[in-house]
């Protein structure tokens, strides 16, 4: 069963930082496109950071300049240092992800369970 699993949410005071991380596991054949997105409280959920199908960079615009997305791709692991926290940052981010899988070959696009970052003022 393919899955990605996120880690490294958590309580952090404004101003500190927090790097998430993102495994995709199961039959994956390649990744078209990985990448964080988060949910506040009574807003809708919204793009953070990815990395789009031609391998560039997306962020949104109040994370640029603080928050960096990188990836493994022999891990299938893709993470989100997060800098210069701010109380809006608080949310539940997912990751997502585009994936070419394995029997039977397909694409398919995938959401993992989120983590809770909560900064406090």
């Known amino acids: 069963q393919v899955q990605p699993v996120e880690s490294g949410g958590g309580l952090v005071q404004a101003g500190g930082s927090l790097r998430l991380s993102c495994v995709a596991s199961g039959r994956i054949l390649s990744i078209n496109r990985m990448g964080w997105y988060r949910q506040a409280p009574g807003k809708q959920r919204e793009l953070v950071a990815a990395?789009?199908?031609?391998?560039?960079?997306d962020y949104t615009d109040s994370v640029k300049g603080r928050f960096t997305i990188s990836r493994d791709n022999r891990k299938n692991t893709v993470y989100l240092q997060m800098n210069s926290l701010k109380p809006e940052d608080t949310a539940v981010y997912y990751c997502?992800?585009?994936?070419?899988?394995?029997?039977?070959?397909?694409?398919?696009?995938?959401w993992g369970q989120g983590t809770q970052v909560t900064v406090s003022s």
């Open positions: 997502n992800a585009e994936l070419i899988t394995a029997s039977p070959i397909a694409t398919a696009d995938y």
């Open positions: 990395f789009t199908r031609g391998g560039s960079t």
